[in-house]
């Protein structure tokens, strides 16, 4: 990690409350990231609080999306560490690898998700006929 800084007010950083509060995040969130080590403080403000810039607001933005597209903080926390070593085309690559893989499981689970439909409807005709004897 970088040596932090301690910084003077800015417009172009944010404490922790107004960071989570753009990102729509919980300040504990954001705690757990940097733990996990997917964001880290640019500087400190007054009283030693943690001040983030906008690409930390884009990060947890990413982090946010890459979430919903089903891959774990594990993955975003390899992808984060190719980054940092100056391997944007090795983390694309990665990216890529961890989506395709995605969307095999998304396949599969729409496959038993489709079974499971045609089970549900075939158990109601069941009932429906045997309701009607």
Not at 8 to 35: C, G, H, K, Q
Not at 100 to 120: F, N, W
Request: hydrophobic share 35%; charged share 35%.
């Amino acid at each position: 990690m970088p040596a932090m800084r301690t910084a003077s007010p800015d417009t172009n950083t944010f404490d922790i409350t107004e960071l989570a509060r753009r990102a729509e995040v919980s300040p504990r969130t954001i705690r757990y990231y940097e733990e996990l080590g997917l964001l880290e403080p640019v500087a400190r403000g007054a009283g030693g609080r943690r001040l983030y810039d906008r690409d930390a607001l884009g990060r947890l933005r990413f982090i946010g999306r890459l979430k919903s597209l089903g891959l774990t903080l594990e993955e975003i926390g390899e992808l984060n560490r190719s980054f940092a070593r100056g391997r944007t085309p090795a983390m694309l690559d990665d990216l890529d690898a961890m989506l395709a893989e995605r969307i095999a499981q998304v396949g599969e689970r729409i496959r038993e998700l489709e079974h499971l439909r045609d089970e549900l409807v075939a158990y109601r005709e069941r009932i429906r006929r045997r309701r009607s004897r």
